[in-house]
């Protein structure tokens, strides 16, 4: 499961520890936990039934027959948008939260950017009786407010974060300084592929079941591996979740899609693994927007769960591999898509899906109209309706 | 430098007063005032701190002149300048996160001793989780301060202490950097179990914020490290942060 790790928890160089010295012993703890814990079978037994009585999976793999023909392949659709409150973070969340339980740790801290992972977060939190308190940037609070209301109804404290650029950045800087002063009675529930060892592979190995649901759902209905699997990638989690179970797959092309914002050229952009370098944030070593002097360069993007300067160590090995390929689509790119994918299928994804959805409408004519093209729908889009509509792109 | 510091007070028996200043702030005239300053005022071992635009280990006070630096172009190598412009009659420890140190090259150590600077602190370098830029750093003629946590296992002190160079920095409490009206109950503990494994100085910092604060710690300690109250001092005037160190001062020192 973990053939692309060294010992120390390093994907090639990336990843690592880079956190003060007082989180370390919480760290050691949570590795020591979470390994055993995967190996116990009554945890196993605990997560898997919440999976699939609570959450909802397996999720669906959907045809796309019209967003095919548009295309000219045989595009599936991997269904995250369906699973309970709408995207695939409450895979990783209710694990935690699992998780948290079985270390004796009754609050939880999270992060968020688009609301989806503080959304899940308050969610678990709810259904196992857990404190939960969510930072989320000023800027994302205005940008999702619908979001911010959902975590109230469920009970979490969402305190706005009013430092830096007041986004996802931000809310994990101020998530982690708490966790520095209550890391005795606190877990973290980082929402991505990010942060110090082990939370990248553990968030990883909690998403994963995307991939390998996924890959048996292709094999069984169409009888072949897909050539070309497609997720967006902010932090990374739902691209992770879905490349893990075919890195082995030597003949399966795997396309993250990474937020362009409002042009590559500019300065406004979220795409750290094309045009980042690697650097320490938020605890690991991984490609990251910054100056020559090292201080962190603000990310942009329309969508605020892809509005992040870092991203996941894993996918930055996989860059460097090349078994991974990163492309990137625009603001304007992905508001087309965000339209597209629900004029053909009747599916309105979130704007961070909708990155991937554009890439795919962009490489119209590279694949064989039998070509099976995989694409995670990591979340659904009716948080970004009045953003959108906003926006004036499309009429509603 | 540092050791040589240390052993001085601890043949006068009286403690270091290290004074944490974020280069830069609260702009770059009055910061090179401040740390020509400081040794005047009292202060045994001047930390200088290199702004990052996302320092976790850091409560608002920090946060905030460290935005003001930046915003007024401080960076790496124009706090190196800043250290040796200055040149304090006292030692300089460069205090930093460490992209902004990665970002700077791999001579940057060499400039670094070349400006003056004796030691180095890095917040989220941790003992063992990066062999290969620890021993960069250990290799240099710069002194590595390492911290410990009130969480660090015993054990896991004795090798921090053994990594370490200059003094052993003692995180008071759980937490960001940031004052506090009172001290933690579990520090005379804490530093009991440092001490056992620890043949280094120890300077205890992370909210000590008043001459009667820095008094009680000096009891306990070998030093105090006072940050953010002094930067909060150096926010209103360059005079207000040197009083503020006088007061230190004298309380740390009455008999």
């Not at chain 1, 370098?277 to 990251?288: E, I, T, W």
């Not at chain 2, 403690?15 to 830069?24: E, S």
């Not at chain 2, 390492?146 to 759980?174: C, D, K, N, Q, W």
């Not at chain 2, 001290?183 to 056992?196: E, F, K, V």
Request: negative net charge; glycine residues 10%.
């Amino acid at each position: 499961m973990s053939g692309a790790i060294n010992h120390d928890g390093r994907f090639g160089a990336y990843g690592g520890q880079y956190v003060p010295e007082t989180l370390i012993p919480a760290l050691d703890e949570l590795t020591k936990e979470y390994d055993a814990a995967i190996c116990d079978p009554s945890f196993v037994a605990a997560l898997t039934a919440e999976l699939e009585t609570y959450v909802g999976r397996p999720s669906s793999l959907s045809d796309a027959p019209r967003f095919s023909k548009h295309v000219g392949a045989h595009v599936l659709l991997k269904r995250e948008d369906l699973n309970h409150t709408g995207a695939h973070k409450i895979n990783n969340a209710i694990a935690q939260a699992l998780l948290a339980i079985r270390m004796g740790k009754r609050r939880i801290i999270a992060e968020t950017g688009a609301g989806q992972h503080g959304v899940a977060t308050a969610t678990a939190c709810a259904r196992f009786e857990l404190e939960c308190v969510v930072y989320m940037g000023e800027e994302d609070m205005r940008r999702q407010e619908l979001n911010v209301f959902r975590m109230r109804l469920m009970g979490a404290t969402v305190i706005p974060v009013r430092s830096g650029t007041r986004t996802l950045k931000d809310a994990t800087s101020e998530a982690i300084r708490d966790w520095v002063g209550t890391c005795d009675e606190s877990h973290y529930i980082i929402g991505s592929v990010v942060g110090p060892a082990p939370y990248p592979r553990m968030v990883r190995d909690f998403q994963a079941i995307i991939g390998r649901e996924a890959r048996a759902q292709v094999l069984e209905r169409v009888g072949r591996l897909p050539r070309t699997v497609v997720a967006c990638v902010g932090g990374g989690s739902n691209a992770m979740g879905t490349f893990h179970a075919f890195v082995g797959d030597a003949e399966v092309e795997l396309i993250g899609v990474e937020a362009a914002g409002k042009g590559l050229e500019a300065s406004e952009h979220s795409a750290s693994l094309q045009r980042g370098a690697p650097g320490v944030l938020h605890g690991s070593l991984s490609y990251l927007l910054q100056d020559a002097h090292g201080q962190v360069h603000p990310a942009h993007s329309i969508s605020a769960g892809l509005d992040y300067p870092g991203v996941g160590p894993e996918h930055s090995w996989l860059r460097d591999t090349g078994r991974a390929t990163y492309v990137s689509c625009t603001d304007a790119e992905a508001l087309d898509a965000f339209g597209l994918l629900g004029r053909l299928e009747g599916i309105i994804p979130a704007l961070e899906t909708a990155h991937a959805v554009a890439w795919i409408d962009a490489s119209r004519g590279r694949w064989a109209s039998d070509d099976v093209v995989l694409l995670c729908v990591s979340g659904r889009g009716d948080k970004d309706v009045a953003q959108v509509a906003q926006s004036h792109t499309i009429s509603v | 430098m540092l050791s040589e510091r240390f052993a001085a007070l601890r043949a006068s028996n009286r403690r270091a007063l290290v004074c944490y200043v974020t280069a830069g702030h609260p702009d770059p005239g009055a910061s090179l005032a401040l740390v020509q300053g400081l040794a005047d005022a009292g202060a045994d071992v001047i930390e200088l701190g290199v702004p990052f635009s996302d320092p976790v280990a850091d409560g608002p006070v920090i946060q905030q002149s460290s935005q003001l630096a930046l915003d007024a172009g401080m960076t790496l190598d124009r706090a190196l300048e800043l250290g040796a412009r200055a040149k304090p009659d006292v030692p300089l420890v460069l205090f930093s996160y460490l992209n902004p140190l990665l970002a700077a090259g791999s001579d940057v150590l060499t400039r670094a001793h070349d400006a003056g600077i004796a030691g180095l602190l890095v917040t989220d370098l941790p003992v063992g989780s990066d062999p290969d830029r620890e021993r960069w750093i250990g290799e240099s003629p710069l002194s590595f301060v390492r911290l410990v946590a009130p969480t660090t296992p015993t054990e896991r002190m004795a090798s921090i202490a053994s990594h370490g160079g200059g003094f052993v920095y003692l995180i008071s409490r759980l937490g960001v950097t940031g004052a506090r009206s009172e001290l933690p109950p579990d520090l005379p503990a804490t530093i009991h179990r440092l001490r056992s494994v620890c043949e280094l100085p120890i300077c205890v910092g992370f909210g000590v914020s008043s001459p009667e604060q820095a008094r009680a710690v000096g009891a306990l300690a070998d030093g105090v490290v006072v940050g953010s109250a002094l930067v909060t001092a150096a926010g209103r005037s360059v005079d207000d942060a040197l009083g503020f160190v006088r007061a230190l001062r004298a309380e740390m020192d009455r008999a």
